[in-house]
Structure formats: structure tokens, C-alpha cells
């Protein structure tokens, strides 16, 4: 394990990183982006970890999550709803 | 959230029809429930703001301009209820009105470099490392997590996001780059802990 001790460069492409990732940079920055981790494995090292955060946590929460029976009875009721409860 | 609650007669639920009104109920609650779960980390309280929720947009249904999706509209609703919560147990919890500035000399200082994306699939995803990333979304102040869970999670576009939380695109933006680099440190320190001693640098 290491720190990252960043050149003024690095921490300037920080800001950019998430723009990057979602593919919503200009081409220019991107291609600035993609010539600076050629050669500084550090930052290539974040890109490419904040890229499987992104993606780790998108798996997690691409499972379908069904509202609890009991909570949905509970907010029928509260809502005067009642008389649909059957029909979810 | 899915199209179809966007399809629902808008004209049928402003005038209190309540088959309406259910369908959007159906079609919705699971995404707040879980919006309002991550947010706040406790079943019970995510329940208070999910019946809170369609009480409060029952009731200003009838005053509904459309000028966002109905959608996105209930998310507001959902994440200021959940927000208020927040405030109560913590009443220094910093404004989500707050505007926030990247300071990326600042956000680099003791940045882990781990490189755990070489670790095999089955290892990233384990109950226990699950267990983790449910754990660092708690630890992420209010006002990053927010954007974060809308975002990331539920898959809203940065408008969307913007809009539900009545905030300028960059800011989004940057509560979201900082709410990703947070998360991507605590998950470097977790997963090195899972690495090889020879592969780490």
C-alpha cells in the first residue's frame, strides 16, 4: 500500500475525473486524460478504482428491490388504500 | 425509476382519483423505500419517509404543475423528508443548499493507491465486502451520500438529480466526484487488506 503523492497535473485531472467516467468530458480533456496515465501509474491507478467503485456499487443495486409485504400493507393503510392492497 | 409511473395520468391523479393514484403507488414506493434506506440507514426511519412521502404528495397533487417528471417530483419530496431526518439526529449536519468548491490538491492528500481492481470478481463481491460498501455509503456525509444514492444507485441522469434536489448542475457534479473519490479511498483500504502482499504497490 502506498500514498498517492501528486504532481500539480494529477490533482488538476482529479476535477475532471468524474465527467471522464460518465463520458461527458470533451474530447480534448478526455485525450489529456488518457496521454497523463500513460505514464503515471499512480493516476491510472485512481481512474481505474473510482471506474470499479462506480461499477461495484451499480451491481449491488441493479438487483430488483421489492417493497417489504408488511411495509407496503402499512402504507396502504395509512393512505386509505386499503381496498387495493391485493391488486400490487 | 421506471417509465410507466411517468405514463399515469397526470390529469387523473390531480383530481384525487384514487386507482391512479395507487398505480403510482405501486409503480414507485420500492424506489423510495430504498432511496430513502440508503439515505438513512435504518428500516424503520425509511419507512416514516415513505409513508410521509405519499401523504405529502397526495395532499399537493392537485397543485402539481409538471414541471418535472411526477417521478422526480416524488423523489424531492422523499429525500427532503429523509434530509429532515438527518438534520434531527444530527443537528450540525451541513445545509445540501451549501455550495461546495473541489479543491483537488486538498482531495488528493493521502490518497491510497491500491490497485484491487486485479482481484478476482468473486472476492469484490462477497457478503462481507457487500456488507462493506453498504457500511462507507453511511459513512459519507448527508449532502454527498444524497447525490451519490440518486446518481449512482437509482441511475438518475445529473438533470434529474438536480432538479429532485433543487441544486445547480455542478454542484451535483462536484458532490458527486467528491462522494466517488471518498468511497473509491475507503474501498482501497478495505480490498488491500484482501491483496497479496506482492501485488500491492
Known sequence: MSNHNHSPKCSQLLGSLSDYIDGDLQAELCAEIEEHVKDCDNCRIVVNTLKKTIELYEQTSNQPSELPEKVREKLFLKLNLEDYLKKG | MNETANNISLESLKIGDREAFTRLVDETSSHIYRVALQILGDEQDAEDVLQETYIKAFRALPEFEGRSSVTTWLYRIAVNEALMLVRKRKP??????????????????????????????????????????????????????????????????????????????????????????????????????????????
Open chain 2, 92 to 201: 450540525q449536519t451541513i445545509s445540501i443548499d451549501e455550495n461546495p468548491s473541489f479543491d483537488g490538491e486538498a482531495e488528493s492528500e493521502g490518497m491510497e493507491i491500491v490497485d484491487f481492481c486485479c482481484l478476482p470478481e468473486g472476492e469484490l463481491l462477497t457478503s462481507e465486502s457487500r456488507e462493506f460498501l453498504e457500511r462507507a455509503i453511511q459513512n459519507l456525509p448527508a449532502n454527498l451520500r444524497v447525490v451519490f444514492v440518486m446518481r449512482d444507485l437509482e441511475g438518475m441522469s445529473i438533470q434529474e438529480t438536480s432538479e429532485a434536489l433543487g441544486l445547480s448542475d455542478n454542484n451535483v457534479k462536484t458532490r458527486l466526484l467528491r462522494a466517488r473519490l471518498r468511497l473509491r479511498q475507503e474501498l482501497s483500504v478495505y480490498f488491500s487488506g484482501k491483496m497479496p502482499e506482492v501485488s500491492q504497490r
